[in-house]
């Protein structure tokens, strides 16, 4: 792949072969139990194979990787989030992708479930990203779970910030979206513009170009 691809793209495998979904040609995408490979698997793969063509490139994006995507929109998240400026992203500190937080005992009456699971969790800042996806606006117990796991979430002291398609593909929105994040966790943003802008504008129009057909059936 590393031979064929851009970085970007070539990064966007890397999350899904690290992660449980996969991608469909003609419609969204489907889950699965199980990552096939981890961040650290392909590491060790790549630097076991000296004379492989492409090397060079696949180390450099095993660097960006993440293990535990659930969705092509978690994987663009992250990357948007969490690339370093001169790839475009606005170099936020990885988070834990699908992170699990348990209510304690002592806060059961305050939860209706035992744990819930949150798409990017930065445990020490105790902030949620939350991606609210399309193809979930019209189903009422979605909504209803999600109000739920929301409200538990913020029980436990947590911070939630919520993500939606049109922030992802509004330059402004995700702007406001990053400087939200960079603050929770303490992250100073330095980025120069107008070239930062333009490197993330391209990157997220790379990330999104292979979704768009994915996108109408409700990413």
């Known amino acids: 792949m590393a031979s064929r ?42 630097e076991s194979a000296p004379n492989a ?22 994987t663009v998240l992250a990357m948007l989030l969490c690339l370093p400026y001169k790839l475009g992203g606005y170099a936020i500190p990885q988070p834990v992708l699908n992170y699990r937080v348990d209510a304690p005992p002592s806060m059961r009456k305050l939860a209706d479930r035992s744990f819930c699971v949150c798409d990017l969790c930065w445990p020490a800042a105790k902030l949620s990203v939350e991606y609210d996806s399309k193809r979930y606006h019209t189903d009422p117990e979605r909504q209803d779970s999600d ?49 930062f802008t333009r490197k993330h504008i391209a990157l997220r129009d790379e990330l999104l170009e292979s979704l768009h057909r994915s996108a109408e059936d409700g990413l």
């Open 147 to 195: 109000a739920r796991r929301r409200n538990m979430l913020i029980a436990l002291g947590y911070n939630v910030v919520t993500a939606s398609w049109n922030q992802v593909t509004d330059g402004g929105a995700f702007n406001r979206l990053a400087q939200q994040v960079a603050k929770q966790t303490g992250k100073r943003l330095r980025y120069v513009d107008p070239a």
């Open 5 to 46: 691809l851009s970085l970007a793209h070539l990064m966007q495998v890397g999350f899904e072969l690290c992660g449980t979904y996969a991608l469909a040609e003609d419609g969204p995408a489907k889950q699965r139990k199980e990552p096939l490979t981890s961040v650290g698997e392909l590491k060790s793969f790549i």
């Open 53 to 74: 063509y492409g090397r060079a490139k696949a180390l450099r994006a095993v660097r960006y990787l993440m293990d535990g995507s659930a969705s092509p929109m978690e």
